[in-house]
C-alpha cells in the first residue's frame, strides 16, 4: 500500500462527513421550505420575507465559508501541521477571528442603518407594503447573519483538524427554530406578522448554530488571545488571499443581485419561485460538490507545490474528486429535467403552493439543471488554486461568468419569452438557462488553468458515459411510474418515483463498475468490495 492511499480513503470519508452533515440540514431545510410555502405560497409577503433574507445574507456569502475557507484554512493547516508552529497557528487563528468579528460589528450596524437603499437595490420593483415589510425583515435579520459569519470562523477551524459532521450539520438548527415558528404562528397569524415572528426565529437559529461548534473552535484555538497582530507574516498572507475571495464571493452576489432585480420585474411570484428553485438547486452542488472540495483543500494545502511529486498528488486528488462528484450530480442533472415536478411537488406542495406553481418551478428548475454539473466541478477546480494561495485566478473567471450570464440573462429574460409565444413569467427560465451557459464557461477555464499547474485535469470520457448512461436508463421507469401514479397524494407519489430511480441508478452504476457509487454500499455493509 502506498502512502498515499491512507490519505486518499481518509479525503474519502471526510467527503461523505461533510456530505452527510449537509444533506440532514438541506434535508431539513426542505421541511422548512415546505411550511414556508404552505402558510405563505407565492404572496407579496413571501417575496418579501425571500427578499429580505438575501440582503443580510450577502453578508453571509461575502464573509463566510468559502471566502474564509480559501484564505485561513491553507495558512493554518500548514502552520499545525509543522512541527512546533501550533501555538502560532492558534495566534493566527484568533487574529482573523477578532478582525473577522470587529469587521462585521461595524457591516452589521451600518446594514441596519442603510437597509431601505439595500431594499431599493435589491428589489427595485417593491412598492408600498410590500417593500416596508421587507425593510422591516431585514433590520431583524442582520444581526442573525453576523452571528452565522463568526460560525464560519469555527468551522475553518474545526475543517482544518478535519473535524468535519458538526459544522455542516449545525444549520439544522437554524432551520429547526424557523420551523418551530412557523408550526407554532402559522394558524393564528396574518401573513406580515408571521413573517416578522420567522425573523426573530432566523436569528434565535443563528444563535444556536454558533452555539454548538464554538466549543470545538475552542478547544483547539486554546486560550483567549485578542489582537490583531498585522505585523504576522502568517496574518498578512490570509488578509492578501482573502481580499480576491471576497471579491470573488462579490462578484457572485452581483450575479445573485442581478438575478433577484430581473425576477422583481416579472410578474408576481418570480422572486419566490427562484427562491424554491435555488433551494432544490443548492442540494447536489453542497453535498456532492461542496463536500468534496472542502474534504480535499486542507488534503491539497498540505500536499501540493511546484515539485514534480506535488503536482502528482493534486492531480490524483483532483480527478479522484471529480469522478466522485460526477457520479451522484450526473444522475442529480437527469432527474431535476426528467422528474422535476414530482420533485417539487414532494418538496413544496401543499397549501396555498398549488400544481401550477409545481409547474413554473419544475420548468425554472429544469434550465438551472443544465449547468449543475458544471457549478459542482469547478468548485473542485478552484480549490486547486486555493491550496497554492492564489486566490486571484478563480476571481478572474467569475468576473468572466457573471458578466457573460448578466448580459444573456437580461435578454432571454426580458426578450426570450417574446421570440418564442411563452408568458412573460417563464423569463425567470431564461435567466436561470443564462446561469447555466456561463457556468459551463467559468468552468472550462479553471480547468484550463489546473492543467497548466497539474497536467490533464478532466473528468475521463468513458466514466462521464457510463454515469449518463446509468442515469439515463434508470429515469426511464421512474417517467413511467411517474405517469401511472398521477392521482396519488405529491408526498406518496414523489417518494416512490424518486426511489425507484435512486434504486434503479445506483443497481445500473453498480453493474456498470463505477466504484464511486459502490463505495459507499461497501462501506455500510450493503455489497462486498
Known amino acids: 500500500m502506498s502512502a498515499e492511499q491512507p490519505q486518499r480513503r481518509r479525503s474519502g470519508r471526510n467527503a461523505a462527513l461533510i456530505g452527510a452533515g449537509i444533506m440532514l440540514s438541506r434535508l431539513v431545510g426542505f421541511v422548512r421550505e415546505r411550511v414556508f410555502a404552505h402558510y405563505f405560497g407565492n404572496s407579496d409577503a413571501a417575496d418579501a420575507f425571500k427578499a429580505a433574507l438575501k440582503i443580510p445574507n450577502l453578508l453571509q456569502n461575502l464573509f463566510g465559508d468559502q471566502a474564509l475557507s480559501a484564505s485561513f484554512i491553507p495558512v493554518y493547516t500548514r502552520l499545525w501541521e509543522r512541527d512546533g508552529e501550533a501555538e502560532e497557528a492558534r495566534r493566527v487563528a484568533w487574529a482573523v477571528g477578532t478582525l473577522l468579528a470587529l469587521a462585521m460589528a461595524v457591516l452589521v450596524l451600518a446594514g441596519m442603518l442603510a437597509t431601505p437603499v439595500l431594499i431599493d437595490l435589491i428589489a427595485p420593483g417593491f412598492e408600498g407594503a410590500k417593500r416596508e415589510l421587507a425593510i422591516r425583515l431585514v433590520r431583524i435579520l442582520f444581526p442573525g447573519i453576523g452571528l452565522l459569519v463568526l460560525a464560519a470562523w469555527c468551522l475553518g477551524i474545526l475543517n482544518s483538524h478535519r473535524k468535519m459532521f458538526l459544522p455542516y450539520v449545525a444549520p439544522v438548527l437554524w432551520n429547526a427554530a424557523m420551523i418551530a415558528v412557523l408550526v407554532g404562528a402559522g394558524r393564528s397569524s396574518s401573513q406580515e406578522r408571521l413573517a416578522v415572528l420567522l425573523a426573530w426565529g432566523a436569528v434565535a437559529g443563528s444563535m444556536l448554530q454558533l452555539a454548538v461548534q464554538l466549543p470545538g473552535a475552542l478547544r483547539f484555538a486554546g486560550r483567549f488571545q485578542i489582537g490583531l497582530r498585522l505585523r504576522s507574516a502568517y496574518v498578512r498572507t490570509v488578509l492578501r488571499n482573502f481580499l480576491p475571495s471576497v471579491t470573488a464571493r462579490g462578484v457572485n452576489q452581483v450575479a445573485a443581485y442581478v438575478d433577484q432585480v430581473i425576477a422583481s420585474f416579472l410578474p408576481t411570484g418570480a422572486v419566490a419561485a427562484l427562491s424554491y428553485v435555488q433551494t432544490l438547486y443548492i442540494l447536489p452542488v453542497s ?117 457573460l450570464g448578466a448580459g444573456l440573462g437580461w435578454l432571454l429574460a426580458f426578450h426570450g419569452p417574446g421570440w418564442f409565444g411563452l408568458p412573460r413569467s417563464l423569463g425567470l427560465a431564461g435567466l436561470t438557462l443564462a446561469a447555466s451557459t456561463a457556468g459551463w464557461v467559468e468552468q472550462q477555464l479553471l480547468r484550463r488553468a489546473a492543467e497548466k499547474l497539474l497536467g490533464r485535469v478532466g473528468l475521463p470520457l468513458g466514466f462521464a458515459l457510463r454515469c449518463w448512461g446509468a442515469a439515463l436508463a434508470a429515469a426511464v421507469p421512474a417517467l413511467g411510474l411517474k405517469l401511472v401514479l398521477g392521482a396519488l397524494p405529491p408526498l406518496l407519489a414523489g417518494f416512490l418515483v424518486c426511489t425507484v430511480f435512486g434504486l434503479g441508478y445506483l443497481a445500473l452504476a453498480s453493474g456498470l463498475g463505477i466504484a464511486e457509487v459502490t463505495a459507499p454500499l461497501a462501506a455500510l455493509g450493503l455489497r462486498k468490495r
Do not use: C
Request: glycine share 8%; no cysteine; hydrophobic share 55%.
Open 287 to 403: 453535498v456532492f460538490g461542496m463536500a468534496n472540495a472542502n474534504a480535499e483543500l486542507p488534503e491539497m494545502s498540505a500536499e501540493i507545490d511546484a515539485s514534480e511529486k506535488g503536482q502528482q498528488l493534486g492531480r490524483e486528488r483532483l480527478i479522484a474528486g471529480l469522478r466522485r462528484v460526477a457520479a451522484f450530480v450526473v444522475p442529480s442533472v437527469v432527474a431535476f429535467i426528467a422528474l422535476g415536478d414530482t420533485i417539487a411537488a414532494l418538496v413544496f406542495q401543499t397549501g396555498r403552493f398549488g400544481r401550477e406553481d409545481v409547474r413554473y418551478v419544475w420548468i425554472v428548475l429544469a434550465a438551472a439543471a443544465i449547468g449543475l454539473l458544471a457549478a459542482t466541478l469547478g468548485r473542485l477546480y478552484a480549490s486547486v488554486f486555493w491550496a497554492r494561495h492564489d486566490t486571484r485566478t478563480p476571481l478572474r473567471f467569475a468576473l468572466v461568468r457573471v458578466a
